[in-house]
């Protein structure tokens, strides 16, 4: 089994509710647009996240790990580091 070699990208991700933090892992070299645009995946994968309420900006976990539905986002960027 080949092992796919991955970067990890800090992106804020924002729903209809939330605020996610957290990193994204694409593949070595790819932008962050070309995952994002490949037309096979329905959810993405966030590691050590961060998820904030949009009304008040509550914390309101911070799991390690969360998918996060294509459908649910309304907007997604890098951080700056």
Do not use: C, Q
Not at 8 to 26: C, F
Not at 47 to 67: G, H, N, W, Y
């Amino acid at each position: 089994m080949a092992i796919t070699k991955k970067d990890t990208v800090r992106v804020m991700i924002i729903t209809k509710d939330h605020r996610i933090e957290g990193d994204m892992h694409i593949l070595e070299g790819a932008r962050l647009s070309d995952s994002l645009n490949a037309k096979n995946k329905d959810f993405y994968a966030v590691t050590e996240a961060s998820i904030f309420r949009v009304e008040d900006d509550r914390l309101v976990a911070s799991p390690p790990f969360i998918i996060v539905g294509r459908e649910a986002i309304s907007a997604i960027f890098p951080m700056e580091e």
